[in-house]
């Protein structure tokens, strides 16, 4: 066979059933991040490091070359060359949420879709871009680079694992990661959070905030919202509940248990940098409740979710709202709420913004925005925009040959996601969703068309190797 005469879809689908196996493989394990179960030979938890080794040794077994970085990241190697092609997944997946219909840890496909947590986020991609490299190898294809195929095990959080792996092993010259769109992501806003705190004062009005809690991760849209209130009349709340559910998003449920009153309201859960794409259950549940009276730091939390985080996916109550021509425009995510009566409450709200702004200008608007409030103000470091240029070698050679697999039209993109691609000075994002693809991530019922996997694996084949030819 001579490479001109590749048929990378028939390569592709001749490995349909070993990769299959391989990727329930990987989905059988829960690898959410579990700081708790962390120890010095699990750094982020037992989850991610079996999901982390698991992988490394489908890599062995095929006869390529592995490291494990302390269980942090790891990588699997082929070829040999002065340059080296890095090709970025991960591990982890976000915690699962409420609202499947399957176990999210057993993975199972229903009329072509893949369903589990880590199908589209990263596990299927993530192993389509492995089979890629295992077809290269496979097929004996001459190559001039070293390619690395490197795994971190917290994208999803901090990124302390793939960090902990670039201060042993060199940053790759170029590459890409399988953890976003195709034609291309060349383009990632920058990312920074901001978290708000306040005291736990509540007495003094008819009612009390026992408890608030709302979210999993900054960077999800939450879903469910609880709350517990401890009232004089409440009649009054019960009363207005259905009236204020009424043509809204969302849905409810109100128990009374004498003087206690629980709230919990669903919404849908979206990717955080997608918030225009879920349905907030905390703001709402909070808007609700500052239409009764609450005192001192309950009070605070209610009336600054309900007046500047409420409904506001561009951030324009705060006035952090910002446009750029070519990454777009920022969004925001209250993405963690939690408050309990005497202890305190805090919330995260995480932004992607585009060039134009910064982390230091976002955050110093919140404290102007919210100097009436005595709250106290945080953020992380964050991180800075990032952009290829479409001129780049990189760029055009990944969109050539998306182009000449399915025939669409291939252009450069921007998104709000942020991705391993953004490590690597010459990095983007290379699939693995089309653009008929329905989106899942972070949500319930996470699935990935099972085609569009082996369509992506076929993708990433002929783009690794016309990465890395003779």
């Known amino acids: 066979m001579t490479v001109e005469n590749i048929n990378w879809k028939e390569e592709a689908q001749k490995r349909k059933d070993e990769f299959l196996e391989d990727l329930f493989t990987l989905l059988r394990i829960d690898s959410v991040r579990d700081d708790e179960k962390a120890t010095d030979e699990a750094p982020v938890g037992p989850g991610p490091k079996e999901a982390l080794e698991a992988f490394l040794e489908i890599g062995e077994r095929d006869g390529f070359t592995t490291k494990n970085v302390d269980n942090y990241a790891g990588h699997i190697e082929y070829g040999e ?34 369903y589990a947590r880590g199908s589209s986020d990263d596990k299927g991609p993530g192993m389509a871009a492995y089979y890629a490299l295992k077809i290269i190898k496979e097929l004996d294809l001459p190559v001039n680079k070293k390619i690395r195929f490197i795994l971190g095990t917290d994208e999803e959080s901090e990124w302390k694992g793939i960090a902990h792996y670039f201060k042993h092993e060199p940053e790759p010259d170029f590459g890409f990661s399988p953890d976003a769109n195709f034609p291309i992501i060349n383009g990632e ?93 905390a703001t709402y549940l909070a808007n609700f409740l500052t239409d009764f009276a609450f005192a001192k730091d309950a009070n605070a939390f209610l009336e600054l979710t309900s007046l500047y985080l409420h409904d506001d996916p561009e951030g324009k109550k705060l006035g952090i709202d910002s446009v750029d021509e070519v990454m777009g425009e920022l969004t925001s995510n209250p993405g963690v709420f939690s408050f309990k009566a005497n202890e305190g409450g805090k919330i995260t709200v995480n932004m992607r913004y585009p060039q134009g702004t910064t982390a230091d200008a976002i955050f110093a608007q919140f404290e102007k925005r919210l100097s009436n409030y005595d709250v106290t103000l945080s953020k992380d470091a964050g991180k800075e925009p990032h952009y290829v240029p479409a001129n780049d070698p990189l ?38 969703m089309f653009p008929n693809s329905i989106d899942t991530m972070h949500q319930a019922n996470e699935f990935m068309a099972v085609d569009d996997l082996m369509n992506a694996m076929a993708i990433y084949a002929e783009a690794i190797y016309e990465l890395v030819k003779d």
């Open 81 to 114: 060359g002065s340059e080296l092609m890095g090709v970025l997944a991960h591990v982890d997946v976000v915690p699962t949420g409420t609202g499947w219909e399957t176990d999210p840890f057993d993975p199972v496909i229903k009329d072509g879709r893949l």
């Open 189 to 281: 806003k920058g990312n920074t959070t901001v978290y708000i705190e306040f005291g736990g004062e509540v007495d003094g009005a008819t009612h009390e905030l026992v408890q608030f809690e709302s979210g999993l991760r900054p960077n999800m849209v939450p879903q469910d919202a609880v709350a517990v209130v401890k009232s004089a009349q409440p009649e009054e709340l019960e009363n207005a509940f259905d009236n204020y559910l009424d043509g809204l998003p969302v849905k409810g449920d109100l128990s009374v248990d004498g003087d206690q009153v629980t709230i919990q309201v669903t919404g849908q859960a979206a990717h955080g940098s997608k918030p225009a794409s879920g349905v907030n259950a």
């Open 395 to 432: 760029v055009s050679t990944l969109l050539d040959v998306y182009n000449r697999q399915t025939g669409l039209e291939a252009h450069e993109m921007v998104i709000g996601g942020g991705t391993y691609g953004r490590l690597m000075e010459r990095g983007v994002a290379y699939g693995a």
